[in-house]
Nanobody, 116 residues
Framework: QVQLVESGGGLVQVGGSLRLSCAAS????????IGWYRQGPGKQRELVAR?????????NYADSVKGRFTISRDNAKSTVYLQMNSLKPEDTAVYYC????????WGQGTQVTVSS
């Protein structure tokens, strides 16, 4: 089974930046694509970015973060990153990572709070 641990969240002002990390362990060869998800206060969890782990590393972004967030991977470290720039108050949420097509049990996530 795959285990995924998120880190890197925090409190940041509007316009600031943060980089989140997602460290994977376990049966990671079974993962084809990893996504970063977020769940804001009173909202449903949504997929904001995803990256293919196999060759190519193609990426996709939700419209709400396109041009501001960048997802990347370091296969040697079994880690996926989410660079978040130009943060807005509406980006405030708990951020999670997970396999897109074969989800593992959800982790604790990492809290991102953007203050105005």
């Amino acid at each position: 089974q795959v285990q995924l641990v998120e880190s890197g969240g925090g409190l940041v002002q509007v316009g600031g930046s943060l980089r989140l990390s997602c460290a994977a362990s376990g049966v990671i060869f079974s993962i084809n694509s990893i996504g970063w998800y977020r769940q804001g206060p009173g909202k449903q969890r949504e997929l904001v970015a995803r990256i293919t782990i196999t060759s190519g590393g193609s990426t996709n972004y939700a419209d709400s973060v396109k041009g501001r967030f960048t997802i990347s991977r370091d296969n040697a470290k079994s880690t996926v990153y989410l660079q978040m720039n130009s943060l807005k108050p509406e980006d405030t949420a708990v951020y999670y990572c997970n396999s897109v097509f074969s989800p593992a049990p959800w982790g604790q996530g990492t809290q991102v709070t953007v203050s105005s």
